[in-house]
């Protein structure tokens, strides 16, 4: 599986610090499907990766 292209996210995070996001709208920036797995979402997924490499932190 290719990797995810998170560039149109780090746009949206680059303007604001605090800010939410749908499933939906995670599909749209970046072609996948949310992950369903509360726990892998916050410590494991490519999201989780991202954000943690830019010292940001996901809350459910």
């Not at 800010?19 to 509360?38: I, V």
Request: hydrophobic share 35%; net charge positive; no cysteine.
């Amino acid at each position: 599986m290719s990797k995810i292209d998170f560039s149109k996210l780090a746009e949206i995070l680059s303007s604001s610090t605090n800010f939410s996001l749908t499933e939906k709208q995670y599909e749209k920036l970046t072609g996948r499907k949310m992950p369903n797995d509360t726990k892998y979402l916050l410590h494991r997924s490519a999201l989780a990766r991202f954000a943690d490499s830019l010292g940001l932190k996901i809350q459910v």
